[in-house]
C-alpha cells in the first residue's frame, strides 16, 4: 500500500518536546526529499523542513535551532524532532514525498502555554 503515516504528535507545555515520525510504505523511501509541513487552524498550510535523499536539510526560520529533521532510510522513516515547543507552533503536521505526490493524513500538535 502506498501511504505515509504520520505518528507522535500530542499535547505539550510550551518548552517540551516532540518526536514526530513519517513511516513511508510502497515508494521509492531513499530517492525521495520528504518534507514536513503544518497548517494551523485558520491559516494556510506552511513547510516547516525537508531533508533530501542524500541528506542536506532546509528549516522554516521560524523552526531553525528548535526542529531537527532526520531520516532512517533502514526503516522508509523520516523524523522531526521538535524542542522549545511555541504555543505558535500548535497545527496538524504532515509529512509529503514530492516525487510521488503523496501527503500524510496528519498528526495534531498542540502547545499550550
Known amino acids: 500500500q502506498v501511504q505515509l503515516v504520520e505518528t507522535g504528535g500530542g499535547l505539550v507545555q510550551a518548552g517540551g518536546s516532540l518526536r514526530l515520525s513519517c513511516a513511508a510504505s510502497?515508494?521509492?523511501?531513499?530517492?525521495?526529499?520528504i518534507g514536513w509541513h503544518r497548517q494551523a487552524p485558520g491559516k494556510q498550510r506552511e513547510l516547516v523542513a525537508t531533508i533530501s535523499m542524500f541528506g542536506s536539510t532546509t528549516y522554516a526560520d521560524s523552526v531553525k535551532g528548535r526542529f531537527t529533521i532526520s531520516r532512517d532510510d533502514a526503516k522508509n522513516t523520516v523524523y522531526l524532532q521538535m524542542n522549545s515547543l511555541k504555543p505558535e507552533d500548535t497545527a496538524v503536521y504532515y509529512c509529503?514525498?514530492?516525487?510521488?505526490?503523496?501527503w500524510g493524513q496528519g498528526t495534531q500538535v498542540t502547545v499550550s502555554s
Open positions: 510502497g515508494i521509492a523511501f531513499r530517492f525521495n526529499t
Open positions: 509529503y514525498a514530492p516525487l510521488s505526490n503523496l
